[in-house]
């Protein structure tokens, strides 16, 4: 039994997480599987409900759950998932952009995935106002450098793809900060002797994401980078209604859609839930791993090529040029899994 | 007369730089214009020869120009162009991107200008060592955001064009220093009325500059998120092989190609020399302006159809899909200007 800790969030989240329901629930169902789950509130209504984005009660009842699913958040959204990922210490923030037949990718054979450093750079908080000016400290640490760097190396052993890992900075520019981050990866680098290792500059890779995105397949990088080139990375597969993401520390993990809480299509049940599903498929890979759970990879797999299949298919939302609504695609997938 | 220095660069600075000196040769012959060119060493050789990247003496020579030329420098490229936008205050950064018909972009009717701000943010070198950390200072001014904010606006109600700035920034998790830059934009914006106005965090703008680029017009952002995104709408319309930029203060300007030093085809007479010959081009049109000379806005013009007619018809380098070589592809614009 796995208990899964739920924030509903706003805009589209309350839609997202009853399907992420009626999933799980299947999947209890169907399947040699049990999941507890625990809904928790977190965000704008929070905030507005009780003063605080993240309640107590929410940060607790995540604590004691063995995984954390999160729908979107809306401008409270730095008061949660930052917050969260540094107090729980999920340094890793995995966004796989990969190109699926039927999707509208830039370009077929796309297959990467980007593992972004999810604890310091200029997401620490540290700022100050000095008269008319102001400051942000942006911190590198060698251990959290080396920390993420193994995670990508990791990674890159373990995808069945062209086993490369880059690196990306700008230490032409930062060359103290930039500087130690390309070194620990470098350091690292050396362990792996099986893995390509390259250095780019963040703007240079900005560009390679559409000009040959084929091209990459473990991007390395600090926050902020890890942040704009993910968003990138995703329109270039096609847009962020496929793009999940999983922050990930060493004892545990949250998962959630790299898009937001789109309140202009809220409550109109067409938002496209593959993103969030999509995250739980990373969800039971991960618990499947941990536990040594093979079950659970089983199911993840069959959720995604479900998901797949299906958009194959024709039978997609209206953001990738379908007709189905929340609940119906997400009934096909109930149906089909 | 005008006075114009030359930084010949590194790589395929050199054959570039004579490219340019060509073009520059022939317009004085044809029209009836007279540029006097200064070449100038810095970059890469320079620092191997001098022991300084930037040595003193092409500082003096730049300063006593008209406006300055650079072509690409190598790995001591900081060194040169961070260097000369602090110390001559060139504090406005400009990157047009446009999809020109026959070159690859990635859908028609973009038409848009990257106004960066090129003093601040994580661009003064303030960065320490602390132990096993680093620390990097991002510092944002109130007198620069305005500045660069009031420069936006004017380049926007100058332009032929939908009329709309947006503003680009990471606020909810920059909240003091990004939050200050939002906020002169704001402010600026109140003086005008009739240009629409704008806010996009950064990670939405990488997507948005894929999935939408048509609806940008001008963007308005921080010196590092400039240097990303511009990149990537210069690749979004097709390349770096045709994105000029403008680095422009009060008083004077340089003009360079976006793209770097390239030193795997160096010495090859195979570079594309279109985005130096553009930079002449904005370098032609700032002139004017400032010199109420409508002679140099012409030819500015002159050279930017051209150039694009010449790769209409086929006549282009290899990066682009052509035959020809740079100087073939420079006299041919010689020929035809
Ligand atoms: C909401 C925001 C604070 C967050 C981030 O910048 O990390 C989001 O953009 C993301 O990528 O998860
Ligand atoms: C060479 C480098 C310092 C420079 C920058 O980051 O500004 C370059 O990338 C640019 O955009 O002009």
Redesign the pocket.
């Known amino acids: 039994m796995y208990k899964i800790s739920l924030i509903t969030g706003d805009g589209i989240g309350p839609e997202l997480s009853e399907s992420a329901v009626s999933i799980l629930n299947r999947i209890n169902e169907k399947f040699d599987l049990k999941f507890e789950i625990i809904k928790l509130s977190a965000g704008d209504k929070a905030l507005a409900e009780t003063g605080k984005a993240l309640p107590d009660e929410t940060l607790d009842a995540i604590k004691q759950s063995d995984a954390c699913l999160k729908a979107p ?1 809306g401008e409270s ?2 008061d949660v ?2 917050v969260l990922r540094r107090m729980l210490d999920l340094y890793a ?1 995995i966004r796989p952009a990969k190109s699926y037949p039927h999707m509208p990718a830039l370009r077929d054979g796309i297959d990467m995935v980007i593992v972004r450093e999810n604890t310091e750079d200029l ?1 620490t908080g540290k700022e100050f106002s000095l008269g008319n000016s102001a400051v942000a400290l942006r911190i590198i640490s060698e251990d959290a450098s080396q920390r993420i760097a193994k995670y990508a190396f990791e990674t890159a052993t373990q995808r069945n793809s062209m086993k490369k890992v880059t690196c990306v900075h700008k230490s032409n520019v930062m060359r103290i900060t930039d500087g130690l981050f390309a070194k620990a990866c470098t350091e690292v680098s050396k362990n792996y002797p099986n893995i390509a290792f390259e250095e780019m500059y963040v703007d240079a890779c900005a560009m390679n994401l559409i000009r040959q995105p084929e091209k990459f397949d473990v991007i390395v990088t600090t ?2 980078f890890g ?1 704009i080139l ?2 990138e990375s995703s329109q270039v597969v096609g847009g962020l209604g496929m793009a999940p ?1 999983a922050n990930i520390g060493d004892d545990f993990a949250l998962f ?1 859609p ?1 898009h ?1 809480a789109a309140f202009d299509i809220a409550g109109k049940n067409i938002a496209n839930p593959s993103s969030f599903l999509l995250s739980i498929k990373m969800m039971l890979d991960w618990l499947g791993n941990k536990h040594n759970d093979s079950k659970c990879i089983e199911v993840g797999q069959k959720l995604e090529s479900t998901i797949f299949d299906l958009v194959k298919s024709g039978v997609k939302t209206k953001d990738i040029g379908g007709e189905m609504s929340t609940s119906e695609f997400t009934k096909h997938i109930t149906d089909n899994i």
């Open positions: 958040v959204a730095a998932i930052v923030n997401y926050n902020l942040d993910s968003d993401a959630e790299v937001g």
